[in-house]
């Protein structure tokens, strides 16, 4: 697999690991993340992935705000927002302000994969 870099934002660390094991056993290794969306944020700034997968609900600044926060930096910025069940407004809302994709959680590790490699090609 080439370097693609990319970051996992969850508040949840254990959906993150989950997310991050199911990209390393594909062979996607260069991975960062963060916990929430004002680290998204920074994290952003600092790392340029070359895609994001980000939860919409987390503390401090939730995904949406941070996916509009991340597409005023860098309109070419790839994002695909996670999402429960039942937030289907907050996903129209997602892909309104430029998110390429969403997954639904709880979600199966070859969903996350197509949808990477959907993205990533």
Known sequence: ??????????????????????????????????????????????????LVIMDITMPNMDGLQALQAIKAADPNAKIVMCSAMGQESMVVDAIRYGALDFIVKPFKPDRILQTVEKILG
Do not use: C, H, W
């Open 1 to 50: 697999m080439d370097d693609k870099k990319i970051m996992i934002v969850d508040d949840a660390a254990f959906m993150r690991m989950m997310i991050k094991n199911s990209l390393t056993g594909q062979g996607y290794t260069n991975l960062v993340e963060a916990a929430d969306g004002q680290e998204a944020l920074n994290t952003y700034n600092a790392e340029k992935p070359d």
